[in-house]
Nanobody
């Protein structure tokens, strides 16, 4: 089956960094835009960042300058480098590609 899998979440203190990784099958990775979403407790799922097949990126205003989305076409992965994490970044982070979703990885940032 086609599966999208996220990893890299954890429990950190404010100011720390985390790198999330999303792995997608080759059949859907190529010529596809990858998306990172997050959902905080009590809030709707929001788009954090996306990256196109040729590397073009878009970011939510709340993470600009702190988060960096990337893609590795050889490893078939989407990455999300999160710097200067704050408590408001807490939530479940999801990877999406070709309308397929992973199960999510939890990021918790304490003050």
């Amino acid at each position: 089956q086609v599966q999208v899998v996220e990893s890299g979440g954890g429990f950190v203190q404010a100011g720390a960094s985390l790198t999330l990784t999303c792995t997608a099958p080759i059949t859907i990775f190529s010529i596809s835009r990858g998306y990172w979403y997050r959902q905080a407790p009590g809030k709707k799922r929001e788009l954090v960042a996306s990256i196109g097949d040729r590397g073009g990126t878009e970011y939510a205003q709340s993470v600009k300058g702190r988060f960096t989305i990337s893609r590795d076409n050889d490893k078939r992965t989407f990455g999300l480098l999160m710097n200067s994490l704050q408590p408001e970044d807490t939530g479940t982070y999801y990877c999406s590609v070709r309308n397929l979703w992973g199960q999510g990885t939890q990021v918790t940032v304490s003050s």
